[in-house]
């Protein structure tokens, strides 16, 4: 099984910023569409931002568009997702996720996510 490792969650004020780092176990040779996803207290956990098996396309939620950007280091098995002009809002466990797709292709749905990481928490507060 691919292991998933989510890191780089913290305390920051409104309008800061955080990179959060997500590291696989995956073999070099297979790369799947990876994706963030967030669970804010009392909420569905929710699907944030994706990107393809080579780091040549990726989607972002609404909510994030224009504030986040997904990357990928694949010699390095690492993903990354940095974070600006944050709000409180987007204070939630951040989750990254391997899908069983290369493409992007039904990205928002967890159910064709085959592996999960931890969870890092994102608190956004003054």
């Known amino acids: 099984d691919v292991q998933l490792q989510a890191s780089g969650g913290g305390l920051v004020q409104p309008g800061g910023s955080l990179r959060l780092s997500c590291a696989t176990s995956?073999?070099?040779?297979?790369?799947?569409?990876m994706s963030w996803f967030r669970q804010a207290p009392g909420k569905e956990r929710e699907w944030v931002s994706s990107?393809?098996?080579?780091?040549?396309?990726?989607q972002y939620s609404d909510s994030v568009k224009g504030r986040f950007t997904i990357s990928r280091d694949n010699a390095n098995n690492m993903m990354y997702l940095q974070m600006n002009s944050l709000k409180p809002e987007d204070t939630a466990v951040y989750y990254c996720?391997?899908?069983?797709?290369?493409?992007?292709?039904?990205?928002?749905?967890?159910?064709?996510?085959?592996?999960w990481g931890q969870g890092t928490q994102v608190t956004v507060s003054s």
């Open positions: 996720a391997e899908s069983q797709y290369t493409a992007l292709f039904r990205i928002t749905s967890r159910q064709y996510y085959r592996s």
């Open positions: 990107i393809d098996g080579v780091g040549s396309s990726t």
């Open positions: 995956d073999r070099p040779y297979r790369r799947y569409t």
